[in-house]
């Protein structure tokens, strides 16, 4: 709870804070210097109270720049829109480096040529194993491992160096 909330509290806000002091959690709307204009979330007749609030982990609040309530703005009758803006980092998710068969040495000739001979023999001259496609399958892409090669899994780019994603 941060010291710039509404000064009374009733049951219901003690509540709310016990609840995010549980949780490890901060109450936004309280750590920001505002004019009591823009920290009265409800107003009804002559009551003015701060009802409606944010919730975010302690940790994420350095991310958290402000946090306000828009004036003239009415999602109710009564109730009035919470707005806080962040500042979020968006990381790049990591790919594996997967290594690729090089199939487009099958283009060519000698390399085409040295792959069927290779598969002949794996495959014991039967176009097709009588143990399924699944293993068919398995025995071209393991002859075309060893006959053609596998990449490093590893872009260049325009220039010819390594990238590294």
Same mark, same amino acid.
């Given at each position: ?5 509404? *000064? @009374? ?6 509540? #709310?804070?016990?609840?995010?002091? %549980?949780?490890?959690?901060? +109450? /936004?709307? $309280? ?30 609040? *350095? @991310? ?6 828009? #004036?003239?703005?009415?999602?109710? %009758?009564?109730?009035?829109? +919470? /707005?806080? $803006? ?80």
């Amino acid at each position: 709870m941060g010291k710039f909330g509404v *000064k @009374e509290r009733n049951l219901e806000g003690q509540m #709310v804070v016990d609840f995010a002091k %549980r949780m490890d959690m901060a +109450v /936004v709307n $309280t750590y920001f210097q505002k004019r009591e204009e823009h920290r009265v979330t409800y107003k009804s007749g002559g009551r003015r109270t701060q009802v409606n609030y944010i919730l975010c982990r302690r940790g994420n609040l *350095k @991310e958290i720049s402000d946090c306000k309530v828009v #004036v003239g703005e009415s999602v109710a %009758r009564q109730h009035r829109m +919470v /707005v806080c $803006t962040m500042t979020l980092m968006v990381c790049k998710k990591k790919t594996s480096e997967i290594e690729k068969t090089k199939w487009w040495k099958l283009k060519k000739e000698e390399c085409c040529e040295e792959f069927r001979q290779k598969l002949r023999q794996a495959l014991g001259g039967q176009v097709v194993l009588t143990d399924g496609w699944e293993t068919t399958a398995e025995v071209i892409r393991e002859t075309g491992r060893k006959v053609l090669g596998v990449s490093s899994g590893r872009r260049k780019d325009d220039k010819g160096d390594l990238v590294v994603e």
